[in-house]
């Protein structure tokens, strides 16, 4: 069910969950346990709940490149349409994300992750 719940939030235009809509899912990441070291899966968490907990908000910038990252890390390349023209949210992190596709692997984009994630906690504080 995971898989089916994941091809259906990919195909869901972003600007349906910023709206509001809470969603907890919890998925198996079996077919993207391609890392050598299953650290990195933990390492990646951690950053992730840790980036959650900074003092002060980053820039937006920083957090469209901190989105771009996370996104190819879990799923890959983009394949979801660019939201409409109105969504500037939603737009923002297509592109973002979209900046990644072709030339990122998951893996690099995972280790890009950790590694910009420990400068903004060293920058903002946790």
């Known amino acids: ?5 994941l091809l259906l939030l990919r ?6 969950v910023e709206a509001g809509w809470s969603l907890q899912l919890t998925m198996s990441r079996a077919p993207m346990a391609t890392l050598e070291n299953p650290g990195d899966w933990a390492d990646f968490d951690r950053a992730a709940e840790d ?11 920083e957090l469209k490149e901190l989105y771009g990252l996370y996104k190819q890390s ?18 923002a992190k297509w592109e973002a994300w979209n900046l990644q596709k072709g030339w990122l692997s998951k893996e690099d984009a995972m ?7 420990k400068e903004l906690i060293e920058k903002y504080g946790i």
């Open 1 to 5: 069910m995971a898989p089916r719940i």
């Open 11 to 16: 195909e869901c235009p972003l600007s349906a």
């Open 51 to 61: 980036v959650r907990k900074l003092k002060t908000k980053p820039d937006d910038e």
């Open 74 to 91: 879990v799923i890959g390349d983009i394949d979801i349409e660019c939201p409409a023209m109105l969504d500037l949210r939603g737009k």
């Open 111 to 117: 280790s890009a992750y950790i590694s910009k994630a």
